[in-house]
């Protein structure tokens, strides 16, 4: 840990290298610059809790073949893609009724 002596002796190497006009605006500048890495820490960790919990609970999206199965009127529940595509093309080589009016 630094102590007192140190600190002091710092405090004079700036003293010595800015000038008194200037450490106030080295002070607000490093001030900034600790306020936006804070920011950035804050904004990145929120980014991580985001992506584990994606990661947890991924999201199921229906896949094109489950669209299309469920268009043609067939049922999804617990098929798998390809039991659907089996489905598909067998009401594809059915003909279709034509109603006569």
């Known amino acids: ?7 002091i002796m710092i405090f004079g190497v700036v003293l010595l290298l800015f000038g008194a006009n200037k450490l106030p605006e080295l002070a607000r500048s490093m ?3 600790v306020g936006e890495f804070k920011k950035a820490q804050t904004e990145s960790e929120r980014n991580l809790r985001e992506f584990e ?3 947890k609970e991924p999201t199921v999206t229906k ?3 489950q669209e299309t199965a469920e268009k043609l009127g067939i049922d999804t529940k617990s098929k ?3 039991q659907l595509l089996d489905e598909i093309h067998k009401s594809a080589e059915k003909p279709k009724e034509v109603s006569k009016s």
Do not use: A
Not at 1 to 7: A, C, R, V
């Open 31 to 33: 001030g900034s610059s």
């Open 1 to 7: 840990m630094i102590g007192t002596q140190e600190l």
């Open 63 to 65: 896949s094109k073949i």
């Open 53 to 55: 919990k994606s990661i």
């Open 80 to 82: 798998t893609d390809n």
